[in-house]
């Protein structure tokens, strides 16, 4: 079922805006243009995940080697640190077995409905067929 929740304005690159849809409370992401949703609700404690800072994944192949890549991606849980993948849900220390519900997310461009319009004798005439 679909739920406009926001404007693309209302959540410009790197914001969020937390919505109610269907009586649950969830976190709606700017991630560089890219829109990505999740339950705000830990499965650690309950805490409220979607207030966490977003941040990006540090990695080393080898001791001393550190890369840190895909900045705002991962949003680390308010309470206890727990950090979860923005995009699929899943946990960052243990992706096969703790997980947060993502949601899809889509975009999109609403038309107003149009009429043709003609004008006879000074008057203003909307044709509706």
């Not at 790197?14 to 243009?33: C, P, W």
């Not at 499965?43 to 995940?49: A, D, K, N, R, V």
Request: hydrophobic share 40%; charged share 20%; aromatic share 6%.
């Amino acid at each position: 079922m679909r739920h406009v929740v926001a404007t693309t304005r209302e959540i410009p690159p790197g914001s969020r805006k937390i919505v109610e849809v269907a009586g649950r409370t969830i976190g709606v992401f700017n991630v560089g243009g890219r829109f990505l949703a999740v339950r705000n609700s830990c499965p650690h404690q309950g805490g409220p995940l979607c207030l966490g800072p977003t941040i990006g994944l540090i990695t080393a192949e080898l001791p001393g080697a550190i890369n840190y890549e895909r900045e705002g991606e991962i949003l680390r849980c308010p309470w206890h640190g727990w950090e979860f993948d923005l995009a699929t849900g899943r946990s960052v220390f243990d992706p096969n077995r703790t997980r947060v519900k993502a949601y899809p997310v889509e975009v999109e461009t609403l038309q107003a409905e149009t009429y043709p319009v003609a004008i006879e004798r000074e008057s203003v005439v909307v044709l509706i067929a």
